[in-house]
């Protein structure tokens, strides 16, 4: 089990951040000013829709976003240093050794033409200081060493790409990613492209490094079900916002923001037989978000209130925070849901 929240020292902490789009009739907010804190050995869930920005988000911490998208503002800080701040030089050495990334679509993310161990050993020699060169042969035990870490046979050292399944493929990619000891690790979307079966094995594998290693992990992804049992805690996006963070045990026991409601909802199960539940309304333009609440075209509770102010993040109980006016502040400290009262009354 996790610590407390005031307990843990965080690693890696994003503020206000946003990463825009240029179009010719104006920006996208892809990513409209969120703000997170990773702790030490910590999986942070990162869920939404598609489209909904979680993936441009961890491009945005990584800095890897490309033409016409550009990072406007915010801070991105790792281990105390934030990296807008940086020089080029200095973020490249980063990243891989301190932050890693698992790409989304292993596949694509390999070159087809290098053999593994070639692969793992450019991103190791990339970042090894001169007078600290691994001779070739200490380098062939770290490759299979890692390969092993993440449950691959030693045959794969000389493997092509092709010749490996997907699943295989991302072993490969964690064994990079995991190849320089990074603090944090973001995988994006990393087990969506598997059969159940293959995913679980992959899921697994990043749990047990996680464990050993002691690595921070962003994961990225819509399986609900998948970070329910592997995430602490689970932050849920839409539009571009963060609209509700919550431990893994408030998330699935009474999630707060009413997406956060439907997306849980949406959850099937083999207990209960239920009908697909159709979410009603449209997405908002990104490029003109409306005043007020990003949620409210499609909310089945909107109220007046919510087409003009937008809804500050706030701690509803120890370990929930949610972006919504349905929560009210009592003078005792707690909160009230608005909900329950007009039904009381
Ligand atoms: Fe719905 Fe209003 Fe809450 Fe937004 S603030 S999610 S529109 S109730």
Sequence with gaps: ???????????????????YYETPKGDVRAVDGIDFTLYEGEILGMVGESGCGKSTAAMGVLQLIVSPGRIVSGEIILNGIDLLKISEQHLRQLRWSRLALIPQGAMNSLNPTMRISQQIEDVIREHELKEQRLSKVAMKARILELLQWVGLPERIYSMFPHELSGGMKQRVC???????????????ESTSALDVVVQRVVAQTMLKIKQALGVSMIMIGH?????AQMVDRIVVMYAGN????????????????????????????????????VTQGITHDPRNPPPGCIFQLRCPFVMERCRTEAPARQEIRPGQEVACHLYELQPDGSFNDVRTSASDS
Aim: cysteine-free; hydrophobic content about 50%.
């Design 174 to 188: 964690i064994a990079i990613a995991i190849a320089l000891n990074p603090s944090v690790i973001i995988a994006d």
């Design 1 to 19: 089990m996790i610590p407390e929240t005031s307990e843990r020292k965080p690693v890696l902490e994003v503020r206000d951040l946003r990463v």
């Design 242 to 277: 963060i609209v509700e963070i919550a431990t893994v045990e408030h998330m699935f026991a009474h999630p707060a923001h009413p997406y956060a409601q439907m997306l849980i909802d949406a959850v099937p199960s083999l207990r209960e037989r239920k009908p697909l539940k």
């Design 223 to 227: 399986d609900m079900g998948l970070m």
